[in-house]
């Protein structure tokens, strides 16, 4: 009997063997014309090389020793890594129709359904991209939130929570029509929801979505949590329905619903659309722009010599509240607001791609459907348009003269005009005093899967 024992386990032990060879030689046979990589382990991929938690420096490691194009595979997904400011240029500008897909990234597609903004593709998402952005108006930061901060009484805190109030209730102005208390509890439950899944995401779901699905862990809470946002969406939906005049819509939601009275028209506007919208433009809007303006001001404290050239134009060029209007008459911190965004390169891999049919590109054949990572962060930090670009310098968006110099585009507009208006906002009226020597000041960022993020910290307002 135990003969036989052993003699099953050997059996077992060749066919896993022989299966596992079997899917190793189709995945060569399949890389043959692909970019080259690291040799990727089958049903594993390339999981085992790379560190989910800072996935950034380890694409940074494979671009020195594979170059710009080349590819990994998160499980059994293929994926394409495009690295460094030509290559990019060169694939999502000189080929923008192939590369227009929305890529895949599970975690995303489980809540959005592919039914939003973040992961719409085609006409139905140019329609809806162009919908949302000639809707969209600008809004500054409320009084209420110059007061939170005045109510610190130049004693050390942490920003983190009065950013992301401000913030959210310009997103809460432009999509639900109203600004919400600070102590009001389902506008807390929000933030909370939103600020415990920024938390929560990790790349092993990227990697086994299917498996994962059936497993418990952090992974299930986040979906919990977006279905609690889903539901107060909803609620809110259903009040604007009823007190709906179409003839006078006075938010993004009110404008959406006129919008789903030309479904039958030809528009693929649909409810579902708008309720994943308007999540997508809440919870999207609300983290990455206070992560910004958190990093923003961690940055300032550092180089107070740098907050102090923003405060002599704003004093030039302010005698009242910040507008947009302003922006052009202020160089100088317009070029700090985008080079905020370059330095800390908030989503090193922006929004995945996917090809729309097979793509030479170089030397190689990226095969129909295969997912694309645009490096943003190599493109960020290229030193042949960014010189020195480990150094935080407004003088990368300046001229000679000091006019303020465009670049190739690194966030998205509305998220800019947010944080040129509550930064301004917040500089017109206070000064940033840092609690340690700006010498020891850390801007080093907290890595993850999808975003790099300030390290905690406090400081103190005063008041100019």
């Not at 024992?5 to 030689?25: D, E, K, Y």
């Not at 610190?152 to 959210?168: G, I, K, Y």
């Not at 985008?338 to 729309?356: D, N, W």
Request: charged fraction near 25%; aromatic fraction near 12%.
């Amino acid at each position: 009997m135990e003969h036989l024992g052993a003699i099953t386990v050997f059996l077992v032990f060749c066919v896993t063997c022989l299966l596992f060879f079997s899917l190793w030689r189709k995945m060569s046979f399949e890389n043959r014309k692909l970019p080259p990589g690291p040799v990727p382990f089958p049903i594993l991929g390339n999981l085992l090389q790379l560190n989910t938690k800072n996935l950034s420096r380890d694409i940074e490691e494979l671009s020195r020793m594979y170059g710009p194009v080349f590819t990994i595979y998160l499980g059994s997904e293929r994926v394409v890594v495009l690295s460094g400011y030509k290559t990019v240029k060169k694939a999502l500008i000189g080929f923008g129709d192939e590369f227009s897909r929305r890529g895949s990234m599970p975690v995303f597609e489980k809540i959005d359904q592919k039914r939003g903004i973040a992961f719409s593709n085609g006409e139905r998402w140019k329609q809806l991209r162009q919908f949302v952005l000639s809707t969209l108006r600008n809004f500054g930061m409320g009084k209420k939130s110059i007061e939170e901060f005045r109510n610190t009484h130049e004693r050390p805190f942490d920003p983190s929570l009065f950013l992301t109030h401000a913030v959210s209730n310009i997103i809460c102005s432009i999509v639900f029509g109203d600004r919400f208390d600070c102590e009001d509890k389902k506008f807390v439950t929000l933030i909370r929801l939103i600020e415990e899944n920024a938390g929560l995401l990790s790349g092993l779901y990227n990697f086994f979505p299917t498996l994962m699905d059936y497993l418990p862990g952090p992974h299930q809470q986040i979906f919990k949590n977006f279905e609690a946002f889903r539901r107060f969406v909803q609620e809110r939906v259903k009040i604007h329905k009823e007190t709906l005049d179409p003839n006078c819509p006075h938010d993004f939601i009110d404008a959406f619903l006129i919008k789903m009275e030309e479904v039958f028209q030809g528009s693929s506007i649909s409810p579902f659309l708008l309720i994943n919208s308007t999540m997508d433009l809440f919870v999207g809007g609300t983290e990455s722009t206070s992560s910004t303006l958190k990093f923003g001001l961690l940055i300032l404290l550092k180089y107070p010599e740098i907050e102090e050239k923003v405060h002599e134009e704003i004093d030039r060029v302010i005698g009242r509240s910040t507008c947009m209007a302003d922006r052009s008459q202020m160089p100088y911190t317009d070029a700090v607001v985008h080079e905020i965004q370059r330095f800390i390169s908030l989503v090193p891999f922006g929004v995945p791609r996917a090809v729309t049919g097979d793509v030479r590109l170089n030397q190689y054949i990226i095969p129909k459907g295969t997912t694309i990572f645009p490096f943003l962060k190599s493109v960020l930090y290229d030193s042949t348009e960014f010189p020195s670009p480990e150094q935080f310098n407004p003088g990368h968006f300046l001229d000679e003269n000091g006019a303020f110099f465009y670049r190739m585009c690194v966030g998205e507009s509305l998220a800019r005009v947010e944080i040129f208006l509550i930064l301004t906002t917040i500089l017109q009226n206070f000064i940033l005093k840092p609690v340690i020597d700006p010498k020891d000041i850390d801007i080093t960022p907290v890595m993850s899967f999808v975003t790099d993020t300030p390290k905690p910290y406090q400081l103190c307002v005063l008041p100019r």
